[in-house]
Protein backbone atom coordinates (compact mmCIF):
# COMPACT_ATOMS: atom_id res chain seq x y z
CA UNK A 1 0.00 0.00 0.00
CA UNK A 2 2.93 2.42 0.80
CA UNK A 3 4.76 1.64 -2.66
CA UNK A 4 1.31 2.58 -4.24
CA UNK A 5 1.04 5.96 -1.97
CA UNK A 6 4.60 7.22 -2.98
CA UNK A 7 3.97 6.61 -6.53
CA UNK A 8 0.80 8.43 -6.25
CA UNK A 9 2.84 11.61 -4.68
CA UNK A 10 5.42 10.90 -7.11
CA UNK A 11 3.41 11.09 -9.93
CA UNK A 12 2.08 14.12 -8.47
CA UNK A 13 4.97 16.28 -8.55
CA UNK A 14 6.04 15.30 -11.90
CA UNK A 15 2.78 16.33 -13.10
CA UNK A 16 3.20 19.75 -10.86
CA UNK A 17 6.41 20.16 -12.37
CA UNK A 18 5.05 19.28 -15.95
CA UNK A 19 2.42 22.27 -15.74
CA UNK A 20 4.92 24.65 -14.66
CA UNK A 21 7.59 24.03 -16.98
CA UNK A 22 4.76 24.58 -19.85
CA UNK A 23 3.63 27.44 -18.28
CA UNK A 24 6.32 28.85 -16.54
CA UNK A 25 5.97 32.16 -18.80
CA UNK A 26 2.61 32.77 -17.91
CA UNK A 27 2.90 32.45 -14.41
CA UNK A 28 6.13 34.62 -14.06
CA UNK A 29 3.84 37.68 -15.98
CA UNK A 30 1.22 37.00 -12.92
CA UNK A 31 3.81 37.05 -10.21
CA UNK A 32 5.01 39.98 -12.00
CA UNK A 33 1.98 41.86 -12.10
CA UNK A 34 1.05 40.94 -8.72
CA UNK A 35 4.51 42.76 -6.99
CA UNK A 36 3.43 45.94 -9.29
CA UNK A 37 0.16 46.03 -7.88
CA UNK A 38 0.65 45.25 -4.05
CA UNK A 39 3.47 47.79 -2.65
CA UNK A 40 3.43 45.69 0.26
CA UNK A 41 5.41 43.17 -1.73
CA UNK A 42 7.86 45.81 -3.79
CA UNK A 43 8.74 48.88 -1.85
CA UNK A 44 8.78 51.94 -4.58
CA UNK A 45 12.25 54.17 -4.81
CA UNK A 46 11.27 57.69 -2.75
CA UNK A 47 11.74 60.04 -5.81
CA UNK A 48 12.35 62.68 -2.41
CA UNK A 49 14.94 60.70 -1.00
CA UNK A 50 17.91 63.33 -1.91
CA UNK A 51 16.31 66.06 -0.82
CA UNK A 52 15.70 63.65 3.17
CA UNK A 53 18.73 62.91 3.39
CA UNK A 54 20.29 66.70 4.01
CA UNK A 55 20.28 67.65 7.32
CA UNK A 56 18.20 70.70 7.38
CA UNK A 57 15.37 69.59 4.90
CA UNK A 58 12.23 70.02 6.36
CA UNK A 59 9.64 67.99 5.30
CA UNK A 60 6.98 70.90 5.79
CA UNK A 61 8.82 73.23 2.80
CA UNK A 62 9.17 69.68 0.62
CA UNK A 63 6.80 71.62 -2.60
CA UNK A 64 8.35 74.52 -1.92
CA UNK A 65 11.78 73.70 -2.84
CA UNK A 66 9.99 71.40 -6.25
CA UNK A 67 8.74 74.63 -7.05
CA UNK A 68 11.81 76.42 -6.57
CA UNK A 69 14.01 73.72 -8.18
CA UNK A 70 12.15 74.36 -10.96
CA UNK A 71 13.08 77.52 -11.48
CA UNK A 72 16.63 77.01 -9.96
CA UNK A 73 17.66 73.99 -11.87
CA UNK A 74 21.50 75.17 -11.66
CA UNK A 75 21.63 74.92 -7.83
CA UNK A 76 22.61 71.98 -5.73
CA UNK A 77 19.86 70.24 -3.45
CA UNK A 78 21.53 72.02 -0.55
CA UNK A 79 21.02 75.40 -1.77
CA UNK A 80 17.98 74.49 -2.78
CA UNK A 81 16.96 73.71 0.51
CA UNK A 82 18.67 76.61 2.20
CA UNK A 83 17.21 79.35 0.22
CA UNK A 84 14.12 78.45 0.79
CA UNK A 85 14.45 78.07 4.58
CA UNK A 86 15.58 81.20 4.19
CA UNK A 87 12.69 82.32 2.57
CA UNK A 88 14.42 83.45 -0.72
CA UNK A 89 11.67 81.80 -2.84
CA UNK A 90 9.43 84.91 -1.52
CA UNK A 91 10.40 88.48 -2.42
CA UNK A 92 12.18 90.25 0.28
CA UNK A 93 9.70 91.72 2.95
CA UNK A 94 7.12 89.88 1.57
CA UNK A 95 7.00 86.36 4.04
CA UNK A 96 7.63 87.87 7.26
CA UNK A 97 8.02 85.93 11.14
CA UNK A 98 9.20 87.03 14.59
CA UNK A 99 12.94 85.99 15.14
CA UNK A 100 13.35 83.63 17.34
CA UNK A 101 15.20 85.19 20.47
CA UNK A 102 15.93 81.68 22.10
CA UNK A 103 19.08 81.80 20.29
CA UNK A 104 20.92 84.41 21.87
CA UNK A 105 23.95 85.66 20.21
CA UNK A 106 23.27 83.67 17.14
CA UNK A 107 19.85 84.97 16.62
CA UNK A 108 18.72 85.74 13.20
CA UNK A 109 17.31 88.99 12.04
CA UNK A 110 16.94 89.70 7.95
CA UNK A 111 14.58 90.80 5.64
CA UNK A 112 12.05 87.68 6.61
CA UNK A 113 12.70 87.97 10.22
CA UNK A 114 12.02 90.43 12.58
CA UNK A 115 12.62 91.67 16.14
CA UNK A 116 9.49 93.16 18.24
CA UNK A 117 9.19 97.19 18.22
CA UNK A 118 9.76 97.46 21.90
CA UNK A 119 12.22 94.56 22.40
CA UNK A 120 16.09 96.29 23.50
CA UNK A 121 18.35 94.27 25.04
CA UNK A 122 18.95 94.05 28.76
CA UNK A 123 22.28 94.23 28.82
CA UNK A 124 23.68 97.17 26.99
CA UNK A 125 26.60 98.87 28.32
CA UNK A 126 28.50 101.78 26.64
CA UNK A 127 31.48 101.28 24.25
CA UNK A 128 34.69 103.01 25.87
CA UNK A 129 34.98 106.09 23.92
CA UNK A 130 38.54 105.28 23.01
CA UNK A 131 37.50 102.78 20.80
CA UNK A 132 34.41 104.86 19.29
CA UNK A 133 34.62 107.97 16.83
CA UNK A 134 33.77 110.80 18.43
CA UNK A 135 30.44 112.26 17.90
CA UNK A 136 26.63 110.53 18.69
CA UNK A 137 26.92 108.56 22.12
CA UNK A 138 23.41 107.65 21.82
CA UNK A 139 24.26 104.88 19.03
CA UNK A 140 27.59 104.03 21.13
CA UNK A 141 26.13 100.63 22.89
CA UNK A 142 26.31 97.15 22.89
CA UNK A 143 25.38 94.02 24.80
CA UNK A 144 27.82 93.30 27.29
CA UNK A 145 29.47 90.10 25.51
CA UNK A 146 29.71 91.85 22.52
CA UNK A 147 30.82 95.27 24.07
CA UNK A 148 33.69 93.42 25.83
CA UNK A 149 35.12 91.40 22.16
CA UNK A 150 35.04 94.73 20.47
CA UNK A 151 37.07 96.55 22.46
CA UNK A 152 39.51 93.90 22.91
CA UNK A 153 39.18 93.94 19.22
CA UNK A 154 39.83 97.73 18.87
CA UNK A 155 42.49 97.78 21.15
CA UNK A 156 44.24 94.96 18.90
CA UNK A 157 44.03 96.49 15.97
CA UNK A 158 45.35 99.76 17.43
CA UNK A 159 48.39 97.63 18.41
CA UNK A 160 49.17 96.31 15.09
CA UNK A 161 48.67 99.82 13.57
CA UNK A 162 45.78 99.21 11.84
CA UNK A 163 43.26 101.07 13.71
CA UNK A 164 39.09 99.57 14.04
CA UNK A 165 36.97 102.08 16.03
CA UNK A 166 33.29 101.81 16.38
CA UNK A 167 31.10 104.49 14.16
CA UNK A 168 27.31 102.94 14.72
CA UNK A 169 26.38 100.15 17.07
CA UNK A 170 23.26 100.26 18.96
CA UNK A 171 20.01 101.86 17.56
CA UNK A 172 16.34 101.30 18.89
CA UNK A 173 13.13 100.52 16.59
CA UNK A 174 12.60 104.72 16.41
CA UNK A 175 16.14 105.26 15.69
CA UNK A 176 15.97 103.05 12.56
CA UNK A 177 12.24 103.99 11.75
CA UNK A 178 13.42 107.55 11.21
CA UNK A 179 16.74 106.29 9.36
CA UNK A 180 14.62 104.28 6.99
CA UNK A 181 12.07 107.10 6.28
CA UNK A 182 14.68 109.31 5.64
CA UNK A 183 16.97 106.84 3.35
CA UNK A 184 13.17 106.74 1.71
CA UNK A 185 12.43 110.38 0.89
CA UNK A 186 16.45 111.11 -0.01
CA UNK A 187 16.67 107.87 -2.58
CA UNK A 188 13.33 106.35 -3.00
CA UNK A 189 11.83 102.93 -1.55
CA UNK A 190 13.28 100.64 -3.68
CA UNK A 191 17.07 102.14 -3.42
CA UNK A 192 16.44 102.12 0.47
CA UNK A 193 15.47 98.47 0.87
CA UNK A 194 18.27 97.82 -0.84
CA UNK A 195 20.64 100.36 1.70
CA UNK A 196 18.77 100.66 4.64
CA UNK A 197 16.87 97.85 6.97
CA UNK A 198 13.16 98.54 7.17
CA UNK A 199 12.37 99.19 11.11
CA UNK A 200 12.62 95.76 13.44
CA UNK A 201 14.54 94.15 10.91
CA UNK A 202 17.75 95.90 11.39
CA UNK A 203 20.73 93.64 13.07
CA UNK A 204 21.38 97.25 14.75
CA UNK A 205 18.56 96.63 17.08
CA UNK A 206 20.15 93.42 18.54
CA UNK A 207 23.03 95.32 20.09
CA UNK A 208 25.17 92.72 18.70
CA UNK A 209 26.08 94.68 15.64
CA UNK A 210 28.97 97.55 15.00
CA UNK A 211 29.40 99.59 12.04
CA UNK A 212 33.51 100.75 12.10
CA UNK A 213 35.83 102.71 10.50
CA UNK A 214 39.42 103.14 10.48
CA UNK A 215 39.91 106.85 11.53
CA UNK A 216 38.49 108.94 15.10
CA UNK A 217 37.01 111.05 12.38
CA UNK A 218 34.30 108.55 10.48
CA UNK A 219 35.24 106.62 6.89
CA UNK A 220 32.67 104.01 7.00
CA UNK A 221 31.91 103.77 3.59
CA UNK A 222 35.29 103.62 2.36
CA UNK A 223 36.09 101.42 4.98
CA UNK A 224 37.04 98.96 2.25
CA UNK A 225 39.47 100.91 1.22
CA UNK A 226 42.22 100.75 3.70
CA UNK A 227 44.50 98.23 5.31
CA UNK A 228 41.76 98.20 8.47
CA UNK A 229 39.73 96.78 6.43
CA UNK A 230 42.42 93.92 5.40
CA UNK A 231 43.03 93.49 9.44
CA UNK A 232 39.67 93.20 9.73
CA UNK A 233 39.28 90.15 7.41
CA UNK A 234 42.13 88.23 8.62
CA UNK A 235 41.51 88.89 12.37
CA UNK A 236 37.69 89.87 13.23
CA UNK A 237 36.98 85.65 13.63
CA UNK A 238 39.47 85.95 16.66
CA UNK A 239 37.36 87.87 18.67
CA UNK A 240 33.82 86.85 17.38
CA UNK A 241 33.02 89.12 14.78
CA UNK A 242 31.99 88.42 11.03
CA UNK A 243 31.29 90.02 7.94
CA UNK A 244 27.77 90.44 8.11
CA UNK A 245 27.14 91.78 4.22
CA UNK A 246 29.73 90.62 2.15
CA UNK A 247 29.97 91.44 -1.39
CA UNK A 248 28.50 89.04 -3.88
CA UNK A 249 25.87 87.80 -1.90
CA UNK A 250 23.53 90.42 -2.15
CA UNK A 251 20.92 88.02 -3.47
CA UNK A 252 21.14 85.93 -0.48
CA UNK A 253 21.68 88.60 2.70
CA UNK A 254 19.35 91.69 0.14
CA UNK A 255 21.80 94.10 1.23
CA UNK A 256 24.48 96.52 -0.91
CA UNK A 257 28.17 95.32 0.18
CA UNK A 258 28.48 96.87 3.40
CA UNK A 259 32.60 96.36 4.42
CA UNK A 260 32.01 98.02 7.49
CA UNK A 261 29.07 95.84 9.50
CA UNK A 262 29.75 93.07 11.20
CA UNK A 263 27.95 90.95 13.97
CA UNK A 264 29.11 89.33 16.72
CA UNK A 265 28.52 85.70 17.01
CA UNK A 266 31.00 84.22 18.99
CA UNK A 267 34.55 83.05 18.67
CA UNK A 268 33.71 79.29 18.14
CA UNK A 269 30.83 80.02 15.08
CA UNK A 270 32.95 83.13 13.91
CA UNK A 271 35.75 80.70 13.53
CA UNK A 272 33.82 78.03 12.15
CA UNK A 273 32.70 80.53 9.80
CA UNK A 274 36.34 81.53 8.76
CA UNK A 275 38.09 78.88 8.47
CA UNK A 276 35.13 76.05 7.27
CA UNK A 277 32.50 77.85 5.25
CA UNK A 278 33.81 81.43 4.38
CA UNK A 279 31.48 81.61 1.52
CA UNK A 280 28.47 81.49 2.89
CA UNK A 281 26.35 84.42 4.41
CA UNK A 282 25.45 84.07 8.28
CA UNK A 283 21.46 83.91 6.61
CA UNK A 284 23.13 80.67 4.77
CA UNK A 285 24.86 79.43 8.16
CA UNK A 286 21.96 79.51 10.38
CA UNK A 287 19.67 78.06 8.72
CA UNK A 288 22.50 74.86 8.48
CA UNK A 289 23.64 74.89 11.35
CA UNK A 290 22.35 76.61 13.58
CA UNK A 291 18.28 76.29 13.87
CA UNK A 292 16.82 73.50 15.50
Known sequence: ??????????????????????????????????????????????????????PYFKLENLNRYLAYEEKNKDLTKEQIITNVNIGLDYDFYSYIHDTDM???????????????????????????????????????????EAKEAFEMLSEASIKAGFPVYGQSAYRGY???????????????????????????????????????????????????????YTWMCDNAYKYGFILRYPKDYEKIHGFVYESWHYRYVGIEVATDMHDNYPNLTFDEYYYRFIEK
Not at 24 to 47: C, F, R
Not at 107 to 124: G, H, Q, R
Not at 196 to 223: C, W, Y
Open 174 to 228: DQQEKLYNNAVSTMGKDAADNDTARPGHSEHQTGLTIDVSSTKSGNMLSFHKTSS
Open 102 to 144: SYGNLILCNKYLKLKSDYEPNDLEQIDSKYFISGNPNVRQMRK
Open 1 to 54: MKKYVFLLILITFIFIGFIFYVYKDDITKLLDNNKEDNPITEKKPDPYEDYKKI
